[in-house]
């Protein structure tokens, strides 16, 4: 039975809404950005007449969108803040966050770029392959490589090494289909 784009729309903002702005809110960093990312990914996806959608397949549809939504505003930021100069005065320095702020993965995801932090939540948040980062973002698998390396790279300057090698106390940074992979191997 086909569904109805509003039904399927309802269902999908009741049943998974809530992951899909927690998604968003992993790109941006911030729990209203994020709000507005989900919403502009609706709207791109259900904006025009669709048929046969489900919510399971709008979800993917979703998620693809606010990818593309929040890279296109941080490329779209980038371009004009080349040219603020010539339109508007600087701004004042943002306020220094206080000294005892707690260290943790979202404060290491916001020192990243908007590259490297989509790559790196595409590929341990997403549990995709880096051809399959390359693709949803669009680059080549050698650029896609490279944003994660990178990126782990700074997050490791951040949070200190991500993994120490035999140390059985160290945890590694690893998808969880290479987890399930490596305890297929050791059964």
Do not use: W
Request: hydrophobic share 40%; glycine share 6%; proline share 6%.
């Amino acid at each position: 039975m086909p569904h109805r784009a509003d039904d399927v729309l309802t269902e999908l903002v009741h049943r998974r809404g809530p992951a899909l702005v927690a998604y968003a809110h992993l790109l941006s960093g911030d729990h209203a950005a994020a709000q507005d990312l989900v919403q502009d990914a609706l709207v791109r996806v259900f904006g025009r007449l669709r048929r046969g959608f489900t919510p399971d397949s709008a979800e993917a549809y979703v998620r693809r969108a606010i990818l593309t939504v929040f890279l296109d505003d941080r490329r779209r930021q980038g371009r004009f803040a080349g040219v603020r100069h010539v339109v508007a005065t600087p701004d004042e320095a943002p306020p220094e966050p206080p000294a005892d702020a707690r260290l943790d993965l979202r404060t290491a995801l916001a020192t990243l770029g908007p590259q490297h932090r989509a790559a790196v939540v595409l590929r341990y948040y997403d549990d995709l392959t880096v051809p399959e980062v390359a693709a949803c973002m669009n680059v080549s698998t050698g650029t896609a490589k490279r944003y994660v390396h990178d990126a782990l790279r700074r997050l490791e300057g951040v949070l200190g090494p991500l993994a120490t090698g035999d140390d059985d106390e160290a945890t590694a940074v690893v998808p969880l289909a290479a987890r399930s992979r490596a305890g297929e191997e050791d059964s």
